[in-house]
Every structure is written in structure tokens, then in C-alpha cells.
């Protein structure tokens, strides 16, 4: 575990598998069971096609920088040390994008369309975050 005084996630009825998965190592999301949309941030209903029925399916945890941004200035006091820092939306192979933060490279070095793959921050006991690297 690392040392970790930042805002964290609220999982939620909705959420929770996919902080699950996050704990295990490995992030699995939301597929609807009507039109097979991957779903992410994890709702009750799919955007695509209002239907409520889905399964969670392991993803592979790699995709390409759609877009991003430095933080220069913190976007909470709690961030401070960290800044500057890459905020960048990630488009998985599997086509959903989600936001985090590419880590292990320099904020300048990252540019949109870079490979990049998973990598998981055990925050606490509960809570597990997912990151992003350069892939290898």
C-alpha cells in the first residue's frame, strides 16, 4: 500500500464490481447483454440503448491516449507535491474511454494516439485505482 491522503472513489451498488476487478488486478467492465456496448463509468441503464442488463467482462487493459492535459496546477490541495501531472482520457482497445492519469513518463512526453497499458495503485484496503503507462 501507499501512503494515500487523496479524495477517493464511493463505490456504489452500480460500481462496485468494477472497483472489484481493479482490486484483483485485472479491470473488467459493463457489457450490455442487448446491444454488447461496453459501458464505462458503471450506470444502471446502457447509453447506447436503455437497456438494464448487463455482465462484467475482463478487459485487456490497453488502449491509446484520445486526449489529455498537465495539470500545472493542482486540481485539489491533496495533489500539490504531485504537479505537474497528465490527465488524459484513454480509449481501451475494446473501444470505451475512461480517465485517469498516464504515470512513468514525463507530463511532455505524452502525446495523444501513445500506446499505453493498465497499471494498478493499491490505495487502501478497499480501493484500488487504475493508471496508465507507456506500453512496452
Request: aromatic content about 10%; some cysteine.
Amino acid at each position: 500500500m501507499v501512503d494515500f491522503s487523496k479524495p477517493l472513489p464511493n463505490p456504489t451498488p452500480d460500481s462496485q464490481p468494477y472497483w472489484d476487478s481493479l482490486k484483483a488486478h485485472r479491470m473488467s467492465l459493463q457489457k450490455c447483454t442487448a446491444c454488447s456496448s461496453f459501458i464505462h463509468y458503471p450506470r444502471s441503464r446502457c447509453p447506447e440503448c436503455g437497456a438494464d442488463a448487463f455482465e462484467w467482462v475482463p478487459v485487456s487493459g490497453r488502449g491509446t491516449v484520445y486526449t489529455y492535459t498537465i495539470a500545472r496546477m493542482p486540481t485539489h490541495p491533496a495533489f500539490g507535491k504531485d504537479a505537474p501531472y497528465t490527465i488524459a482520457i484513454v480509449e481501451l482497445e475494446e473501444g470505451v474511454r475512461v480517465t485517469s492519469n498516464v504515470i512513468d513518463c514525463a507530463p511532455e512526453a505524452v502525446k495523444v494516439g501513445m500506446p499505453v497499458e493498465v497499471v494498478y495503485e493499491d490505495v487502501n484496503d478497499e480501493i484500488t485505482l487504475a493508471k496508465f503507462k507507456p506500453a512496452a
